[in-house]
């Protein structure tokens, strides 16, 4: 009998000290079990609301239409080994910079040197070196055409 007692005061010791974590976690100042746990649960159900704010804040530079809305600038310029390529966006545009380095690729072009910032705008400045003979016959035109090609297949694919 005695062990019984003993037992159901640990596991109630335990009981009380989990509600003040969860009190103390979720900022409440109720004192009543049942007034802790809806709290907990208004807590949650807040929490919950800003995670799908944030997850819809998140998916919505990916699914926007920045190629169409926010027309995407592009100027290539031919230099000594290479090309200087800018590419620049109002919005943030996902995914960009990977179809953009796909060009270079096809093209022949290595990257020889980079800045990319894609935090609230898109901006890619990048040399884009000729790394064998065939890319010789290359002229900022081709190299400018492959580029907006990408562009135009990024954004029908995020559309």
Excluded at 23 to 37: C, E, L, V, W
Excluded at 112 to 118: E, G, I, L, Y
Excluded at 122 to 130: M, P, S, T
């Amino acid at each position: 009998m005695k062990k019984m007692v003993s037992r159901e005061r640990k596991t109630a010791a335990a009981m009380n000290r989990k509600m003040r974590v969860l009190r103390s976690i979720t900022n409440s100042h109720a004192h009543g079990k049942t007034s802790i746990i809806l709290d907990a649960t208004k807590y949650l159900e807040d929490l919950k609301q800003k995670l799908e704010k944030i997850n819809k804040d998140i998916a919505m530079p990916q699914n926007s239409t920045c190629y169409n809305s926010y027309p995407v600038q592009l100027r290539v310029e031919a230099q000594d080994k290479g090309f200087l390529i800018k590419v620049f966006s109002e919005r943030c545009c996902g995914g960009l910079f990977v179809f953009v380095l796909e060009a270079f690729e096809e093209l022949g072009l290595e990257v020889f040197q980079a800045r990319v910032s894609c935090s609230e705008s898109f901006l890619l400045e990048a040399v884009g070196i000729k790394d064998d003979k065939e890319s010789n016959c290359l002229d900022a035109e081709d190299v400018k055409r492959a580029v907006s090609k990408a562009i135009q297949n990024w954004s029908t694919q995020v559309n």
